[in-house]
């Protein structure tokens, strides 16, 4: 079983920051991909930001310049240092993961979501 609990989500006012974690958690093997994806009411659930176990990293056109993903592979934990907020970053942010089983098999993994406010 494996499982990829995100924190640091909240209410913060446009312009602030944020920073979000998520730690994956149980029979691991090794992680490929991991990525942040967010999801606004009505709207649906679109990548903000990737990075590969070797750190290569890609971002959301709406983001570039103001988050920043990164990972801690030996604490299996990736990041989103979210800067300069607006109101329209506002949605619920899940973490996904690739993982790799002891079996060699791969597998997609979601987060279960934390909430990004950002007030006007």
């Known amino acids: 079983q494996v499982q990829l609990v995100e924190s640091g989500g909240g209410l913060v006012q446009a312009g602030g920051s944020l920073r979000l974690s998520c730690v994956a958690s149980?029979?691991?093997?090794?992680?490929?991909?991991m990525a942040w994806y967010r999801q606004a009411p009505g709207k649906q659930r679109d990548l903000v930001a990737h990075?590969?176990?070797?750190?290569?990293?890609d971002y959301a056109d709406s983001v570039k310049g103001r988050f920043t993903i990164s990972r801690d592979n030996a604490k299996n934990t990736m990041y989103l240092q979210m800067n300069s907020l607006k109101p329209e970053d506002a949605a619920v942010y899940y973490c996904?993961?690739?993982?790799?089983?002891?079996?060699?098999?791969?597998?997609?993994?979601w987060g279960q979501g934390t909430q990004v406010t950002v007030s006007s």
């Open positions: 996904y993961a690739d993982i790799k089983d002891w079996s060699g098999r791969y597998h997609d993994y």
């Open positions: 149980g029979t691991i093997f090794s992680i490929n991909a």
């Open positions: 990075i590969t176990s070797g750190g290569n990293t």
